[in-house]
């Protein structure tokens, strides 16, 4: 059984940093894409970031990109994403998903399996 754990949310000002981490178990984690979603209160879940398998690419939201960075390391099965620069608006739960292949793709229903989530605040 494939399990995620998310962690690093939290409380923290406009234009700081947090990095969320993502443990991975119970599949082969260096075959398979891995992506970032979020949801805010009241909106739909949306994509934020995706990495392939190898890491070799990355895909990003419009609203993150230059500001997030999304990686990995296989050795220890866990994704990482980066956010700096944080605003207000990237206020929501967040979610580490592993994909059904080693490619990218932005779309929710792709992804097999999800973490439970992790609460990031941005305060203004």
């Known amino acids: 059984q494939v399990h995620l754990v998310e962690s690093g949310g939290g409380l923290v000002q406009a234009g700081g940093s947090l990095r969320l981490s993502c443990a991975a178990s119970g599949r082969t984690f260096s075959t398979y894409a891995m992506g970032w979603f979020r949801q805010a209160p009241g909106k739909e879940r949306e994509f934020v970031a995706a990495?392939?398998?190898?890491?070799?690419?990355?895909d990003y939201a419009a609203s993150v990109k230059g500001r997030f960075t999304i990686s990995r390391d296989n050795a220890k099965n866990t994704v990482y994403l980066q956010m700096n620069s944080l605003k207000p608006e990237d206020t929501a739960v967040y979610y580490c998903a592993t994909g059904q292949g080693p490619h990218t793709f932005t779309a929710s229903s792709w992804y097999a399996y999800w973490g439970q989530g992790t609460q990031v605040t941005v305060s203004s």
């Open positions: 990495i392939s398998w190898s890491g070799g690419r990355t």
